[in-house]
């Protein structure tokens, strides 16, 4: 009998795309049977991307249902945000799973999206279906699921540092700041200003202050876990630097806790879950620690001065925040090991 | 008559002491008659330092100080902490004018200063004397003085960014949360794993966090402005670039404040000095807008939702946060235009 | 009597524009009367350089040749290839000085030009009459003259390694292999995949090998030098970082020369001309040690082993290798010292 | 029967060690039994490598000859010139199998070793029979040998790039110019002032100009392969990037060749070798696409104007240059598919 999963990934030319690809290759039950661009098919994938020379020798399929119906059981949908809302019910109608990397299906609520995607939402009974693939956190209601809608990067790394301290009631929701950092392959592979190489090495910047589209993300899941509604103030900066997220969490503490009762707290929370690795006491991850792999590490520094604590989160924002997840989700989905295909050994230095 | 003021440079080594020569070249009332290096006495400066190469042929001269006191009228000391405590009384009992770099005249409680740079305190006395030389803050106390300690890097950032909403009342100083970022430079010139290229490039880490010797310092000018005892949230990271900080700072407002508000707030309090930049409203500056440079230069996002404001500060470490704004002093201190020697644009791209 | 010369500088938003802008800032005898833009004209030149914020706060103006012969005196063409040949004529018909940054006028013979750029080449009789701008060997030319075509950054770098040696006949013209490096900058403003941050990050590559437009602009020069034709190769890199060329020269020695008495041909061919560097023997240069400035900075390794010597040459290249020579070519066209508003300390570290 | 070879890393604390971990890990025939390091023995590896954490808990061995045999049966010494040459006659002496990543015993004649690498050669007869390791072309001789030699980064991607062409009698072999570029990663973990953040940030600098130690070893080589002495001139610059080398090759082709022959004569010699892969004609490959990899690309430019061909060959100096390929021996020591443990695709971006 053939175990072999056969997986189909449209967005196979962006950043998320060929990270999934990287990874799919080593998975030893997922087969890549089908490599999806819109705007290059045809091409050779390689020919855009030669550091997959003699590895992937495809050429590029179209976005065409019953062609991926036929080749495809999974499909990795790496689209634009308000793409996705319109080929993923196509997809799921196929009788194919799905899981889908953009916003379109983070947001249970359709009004809150249109406010902060400026998109049309999508179908709101699939809003209702997808399940938020936060994987160390939601794992049970993806499992045996064929829908997941994967975490954006930001929200990956705050909530993952977050879930545990607000779930236990040690940190006071209403006083949550996050001061978030990003690589600039985060932008993507559309060039832009804001990508250009001169314009943003040897440049620190802050972007879409008190406005990015992750914030009600991040609310939502932390309204639900806090079981009150919360309100964050969420602010995101590019880093001269390809990979990495690092989120810098202030919140105040609800009674004393040391650094060393956060360390056993979140240990015990991610107890068994082999992507998420708590520092000792006083030790703050640094994003390579993570580089290329899917891990989300996490330290803390409490201030007895001013009564609150700092987390620190990282993750590399296309593994973790991205395919990596999504692979994760597939695992769980199909009720194999999690850590499937995403065995890599961060790359030092 | 002969108006130029002769200068002497102790620490002429570091980047901080380059950079004072940078700018005292072009500066037209003062000559640079004695660079000096405890390390490297009798050696050409251009030979560690060929950018320097045929525009200062000078030898270094050993810290000596009659013969600092015969060459020079004003002394610019880039030593590291503990060692300006000792050399800048000999300095200022030889008659000479002192501006110091260094974090030991800072702090005018000796016990906060051992507290947080594990260093013994310089003399009292002289702790009192000693000008705290935020230019557009305390530059009144500046003029006529003999003696200023120039602030640090992440105070003058983050002081000019608060100052103004916190003398005016909008924010709660018992709110403040400052998150700040800087360019490896702020390491200095001595080699170590934490500013090692292949550790650092392509990584984002926080370091002292809760920890960081400035925050007495931050605390201790923010206190004297609100008229209470402030203790602010203080975390340093370190980005993958050479020059820059940003300072991204929290705050709950008092009342209700737009940020045109703010705008004209910031514009009023800094009128007619021309080296802080306070940006419209909704736009926040980038380290790379003041790369070599002398500014400062701030924006706002205030968040409905949360009452909060973000101010963004960002300087050049090297420029603002050390030698311009030491130079900035030498010339309120001598009742000269404070731009002089300074009118660099910044470098960019 | 005013002595001050108005410019004008058409194609202020490149790069190319702006540090034009930097430099004539600071240039006693220079004022900029119009900044210009066929792309953004009737903005706020600030708006999308705001690190020139409260330094320029002109307006840009569209390209009319009638104002610009109204408002200036001199205009500098930072323009791309194919549109100064056709504006410069009409600039020069309007009675004004022109400056050409663009490769247009640089080669004399058209067809040769057309092979290499593909487009069609500037009047034949403007290509007669442009003065090749390098300024420390054809500064006699320049000098009085009304139109010069500045030197393209490769070439700048390259000749001004090899002149001395091939002028001297030290070196076989033959033999000459040229091996350059350039930070991205050198690629422009313009987005493209080439120069997006995560596709050059961390990354080196190779581009247009032996096709690089400027290959025949390093011929034409040297066979005029050598008086023979002097055929070369010349390979270009991308290096990750955002200014500085550095060309590596190898070539085979006409007998025996040493290190040392290649320094002295070179310090007795540059003799009095303060922006090219000669290093002593055994040291070579780096790119950080002429950025933002406008020298250009030489060193040699002499292999006896092989006959050959290697030499290096580094500019900074938007500053010598475009706007910085061209405002020294102005300086000089004018008759002024050839360093004014040029004498900045390159930015270290 | 267990099939699992034990291996020892000694120098676990460099970069090359920490990378020969980073894929042993996933070596399905190898497992690690000892981290050693002379300087940190007794330490938690990863305490000084916080990426390794939960992945290796492993406390680090000191150098104790009878406890590595003990424990091991095959031992890379990742350790610095000079100590290789006493260690490695121990650990043979011992009966160990031993992958030396040095430079001690790549050069046959200890005359030369002394002349460029300033030490005392290793025992003649070591050297005698130690293996040079560069897989591709060495691989018969390394097959059931118990000691190799792992060649230097620089000549394992110069060497690649120009054997088939010279064994071919393509090109002429005095007239071989190398232009080579490295990442930083290639000086070490050593601090120093060369690899100190803001000195080689935006930088690019030549070093060892025709001195570099590993000049000897390509002339070895090539003259072995050529069948008569060959000297090169060969230049090294760094690149302000952490990964990868760039060797840039100049020759005179003898006769007349073009690119697609070039491509062909490569594919034949390198034929069912997966590490090597050779693009098509007119396209270069750049260091990212073999980031992280095994992987060593190449691509060619012919110049019909000059009689010469560029041969642009990339690697990971970590990988292919290090650790790679001392595993890629092991595996053809032992008899196993070369690639066992090495299939990770480059990390792009």
Request: hydrophobic letters at 40%.
């Amino acid at each position: 009998m053939n175990t072999t999963l056969r997986a189909a990934i449209v967005g196979s030319t962006g950043y998320g795309g060929v990270e999934l690809i990287r990874f799919l290759i080593g998975h030893p039950k997922v087969q890549i049977t089908s490599v999806i661009s819109s705007s290059s098919s045809g091409e050779r994938l390689s020919d855009g991307f030669p550091h997959l020379s003699e590895i992937i020798t495809d050429t590029l399929d179209a976005v065409d249902i019953p062609l991926i119906a036929d080749k495809a059981d999974v499909v990795f949908t790496a689209t634009p945000h308000g793409v996705s809302a319109k080929l993923v019910p196509q997809l799921l109608e196929a009788g194919l799973k799905v899981i889908d990397l953009s916003g379109d299906f983070r947001l249970k609520d359709g009004a809150v999206y249109e406010k902060w995607y400026k998109h049309a939402p999508a179908d709101e009974a699939l809003l209702a279906q997808a399940v938020y693939g936060l994987s160390e956190v939601f794992g049970d209601q993806v499992e045996g699921n064929d829908f997941v809608s994967n975490p954006g990067c930001y929200p990956t790394a705050t909530l993952l540092g977050l879930i545990p301290a607000v779930s236990a009631g040690w940190i006071d929701p209403k006083s949550i700041i996050i001061d978030a950092k990003s690589g600039v392959s985060g932008a993507g592979r559309g060039t832009s200003l804001t990508a250009h190489y001169a314009e943003i090495n040897e440049n620190f910047k802050a972007y879409k202050v008190n406005k990015h589209q992750h914030t009600p993300e991040i609310e939502q899941v932390l309204s639900l876990v806090a079981g009150e509604p919360v309100t964050v103030t969420f602010t995101t900066h590019l880093v001269p630097m390809t990979r990495g997220i690092m989120s810098t969490m202030y919140a105040t503490l609800n009674g004393t806790h040391t650094e060393a009762e956060l360390v056993e707290l979140y240990r015990q929370y991610y107890e068994g879950r082999r992507f998420v690795r708590v520092r000792e006491a006083g030790v703050w991850p640094a994003t390579k620690e993570v580089y290329g792999s899917n891990y989300c590490d996490i330290g803390f520094s409490v201030d007895e001065r001013t009564g609150r604590v700092t987390i620190i989160s990282v993750i590399d924002n296309i593994v973790k925040g991205a395919a990596g997840q999504a692979i994760q989700n597939l695992n769980i989905m199909m009720g194999w090991d999690e850590t499937l295909g995403l065995s890599l050994t961060p790359v030092y230095p």
